[in-house]
């Protein structure tokens, strides 16, 4: 059965769908031998996946892989008109396969009972999913087609449509399944700092005038902490966190076009950034802090965290000769230093005293229902004999007495 795809040239490099159109070769072929093969072959493409039926599978594809209808969407309010009438011809060719009831006819023309291509997946099929497999049960093409351009318009398609948070990889986006769960209720006394974090990730989420930022402080005061917070309180607004190692920046410019177009809003977050004295890495960051002929896009921030000040490493044997004739020494040196200036906005976390930290074990002990005698003093051991005073040695703190691994 020849299924040729115009538009959704993608999917059709999908496992379930090659598995399919064989299966359906041999039907229409009468070829026997080779159907029990092609049809476990079909079985086992919908458990790795997974999904829960043929339905399903053709749904996830629809909303995550890329696709020309997809990318048409980005730069144009209207669909063209080849582009229309392309999807319109895969999307007919797609409903007809997955509406026969292939286990049945392959049953009937090997003469046995087979597996059914239902009930394959255990985890239910996300709302999205779910609410496309009735279109794609019920609806026409035309109806297929109208759904997808609502959700493509909405959240676009492919891994960014498909993960709130991503890491840059090698080139790609790639989709973290079960990112780090960070609730700013737990940052205990940093109210001022995550306000001023919040009110400008609010600004870029408005469509107003948002900063880059400098996140500064000790470690483990709660900069990453805080950062990872913003996912779980604005993914359903559109907020999507990427991580991007120091050691991408070169590919700084490749990122940010790839999400140009998008309909979401991303933040670029960068951890525990400094550079050492001779290197020259920043290059690209700082021509994005600074501006440059190519527009920033509007839904795009860095957040960036570090424990340096001035970002880059300090020392005074790196400050210019007076001695030395070299007049624009000092420009070299004042061009590395000032890097962080170019940050719209610095927020400073302040290092944990003693007192602090103790207000920070008894919040976290608070909002675990722990009720401790000595607390206190178990703290001040568990600090006094780890990695002193801060949010991170109140934290392992709590989760030790949680799991009585104190003595």
């Not at 087609?145 to 790609?172: N, P």
């Not at 900063?211 to 805080?226: D, N, V």
Request: glycine content about 6%.
């Amino acid at each position: 059965m020849l299924a040729t795809l115009f538009v959704f040239r993608a999917l059709a490099k999908s496992p379930w769908f090659q598995a399919l159109t064989v299966v359906a070769q041999a039907l229409k072929d009468s070829k026997t031998e080779l159907l029990l093969t092609r049809y476990a072959e079909l079985y086992a493409a919908l458990l790795n996946k997974p999904a829960n039926n043929l339905l399903a599978a053709a749904a996830q594809d629809l909303l995550w892989l890329e696709s020309g209808l997809s990318k048409a969407l980005e730069t144009d309010a209207e669909i063209p008109v080849g582009i229309r009438a392309g999807t319109i011809y895969d999307l007919e060719l797609l409903l007809s396969f997955l509406r026969q009831d292939w286990q049945a006819m392959t049953s009937v023309s090997l003469g046995q009972s087979l597996p059914p291509l239902v009930g394959l997946a255990k985890a239910p099929d996300r709302a999205e999913v779910a609410a496309l497999v009735t279109v794609l049960k019920q609806g026409s093409a035309e109806e297929l087609l109208q759904q997808l351009i609502k959700r493509y318009r909405q959240h676009g398609a492919g891994t960014l449509s498909r993960f709130a948070a991503l890491r840059w990889e090698a080139g790609g986006f790639v989709g973290i399944a079960s990112p780090a769960q960070s609730e700013m209720s737990r940052l205990i006394g940093l109210e001022r700092p995550l306000a001023r974090l919040r009110h400008n990730t609010e600004a870029l989420l408005c469509g107003k005038p948002a900063q880059h930022s400098l996140l500064y402080g000790p470690r483990g005061s709660g900069k990453s902490t805080a950062v990872r917070s913003l996912l779980p309180q604005y993914a359903e607004r559109g907020l999507r966190l990427i991580e991007l190692q120091t050691t991408a920046l070169a590919d700084l410019s490749e990122v940010i076009e790839g999400l140009r177009s998008r309909p979401q809003f991303y933040i670029l977050f960068v951890d525990d950034l400094s550079f050492e004295n001779q290197e020259r890495s920043y290059g690209p960051l700082k021509t994005l802090l600074e501006g440059s002929l190519t527009a920033r896009p509007g839904n795009m921030l860095i957040y960036a965290t570090s424990n340096r000040r001035h970002l880059v490493k300090e020392q005074f044997s790196d400050r210019p000769d007076p001695l030395n004739d070299d007049v624009h020494a000092w420009d070299t040196q004042n061009e590395r230093l000032a890097l962080a200036d170019r940050f719209g906005l610095t927020i400073t976390f302040p290092s944990a005293s003693q007192q602090r930290y103790l207000e920070i074990v008894r919040g976290l002990a608070l909002l675990e229902g722990l009720d401790i005698k000595d607390l206190d003093r178990l703290a001040l051991r568990h600090a006094d004999w780890g990695n002193g005073y801060s949010g991170r040695t109140a934290q392992q703190f709590i989760d030790m007495l949680k799991s009585d691994l104190l003595s």
